[in-house]
């Protein structure tokens, strides 16, 4: 079977324009150019279309995608396989968080009293859910199941208070790191105190903690885009700034 762009766009709810642009970039290219000029697309086309959708819904940036389908080990069948998992925690997530506000409800209408450590359960798994999608197999190849499966066994079991705390300590260390980056000066006082609340937050879902696993830790935040993308969305640079402090801070 053969596709024009605007069957392709109705059939899987892209753009036409989204589909210009995944040509551009070199993620999905037509299977043909037609005398005409109009780009032509196959079964093939649409399979690599939909793992790209499958993609995007879990998560992953464009870059990270086209890494993922051109490399020469992908395997469509075992991706699925991959998908269908992620999908059945995403649905798992998603019902605690309805159950979570059902319980809410009838709390507040007066005729169940829900206890204050439930009410954060639905956003400690979605918290761990979107970690696993995003960074799951770099931990994990690093660091082992054990060690990941006994963080995420940490942050499910915390208090409401320690949530609160581990949330807020998030902020701070943003804040901290911006006004270290105003001194220019990844070995100074300020900076440290970043690494100091740096390892803080760690100690809250980390089971261990050692220098040699926070340096680690350190090199993904510039190697690896993902985590390079979370501090550098605050603020440009941040991530290598805070991965130099960090080899300071773990000599």
């Excluded at 020469?72 to 997530?93: G, M, N, R, T, W």
């Excluded at 300020?190 to 903690?209: D, G, I, P, R, V």
């Excluded at 985590?227 to 080899?247: I, P, T, V, W």
């Amino acid at each position: 079977m053969e596709y024009s762009i605007r069957d392709l766009s109705k059939m899987a709810g892209v753009s036409t324009r989204t589909l210009r642009y995944y040509d551009e970039i070199d993620i999905l290219k037509p299977a043909k150019i037609s005398d005409s000029g109009y780009r032509v697309y196959s079964d093939n086309e649409i399979d690599i279309l939909q793992q790209i959708l499958f993609y995007k819904e879990l998560g992953l940036d464009l870059k990270t995608i086209k890494q993922i389908l051109s490399s020469p080990s992908f395997d469509i069948v075992e991706a699925l396989y991959k998908h269908k998992k992620a999908l059945i925690e995403k649905k798992a997530q998603i019902d605690l968080l309805i159950k979570n506000v059902e319980d809410t409800i009838k709390s507040k209408e007066g005729g169940y009293k829900m206890k204050n450590k439930d009410k954060f359960e639905g956003f400690k798994k979605e918290l761990i859910d979107k970690n696993e999608n995003k960074y799951g197999n770099e931990i994990r190849k690093k660091y082992g199941d054990d060690v990941v499966n006994q963080s995420n066994a940490k942050m499910m079991g915390m208090s409401e208070e320690k949530y609160e705390e581990f949330k807020q300590l998030e902020k701070e260390i943003i804040n901290t790191l911006n006004l270290a980056m105003d001194e220019e000066n990844p070995r100074g006082e300020l900076a440290m105190k970043a690494c100091q609340l740096h390892k803080n937050w760690l100690e809250y879902t980390w089971s261990f903690y050692s220098k040699e696993a926070h340096r680690n830790l350190a090199e993904m935040y510039i190697y690896d885009e993902r985590f390079k993308k979370y501090y550098d969305d605050n603020r440009e640079g941040m991530s290598q700034f805070l991965r130099d402090a960090l080899l300071e801070f773990t000599k």
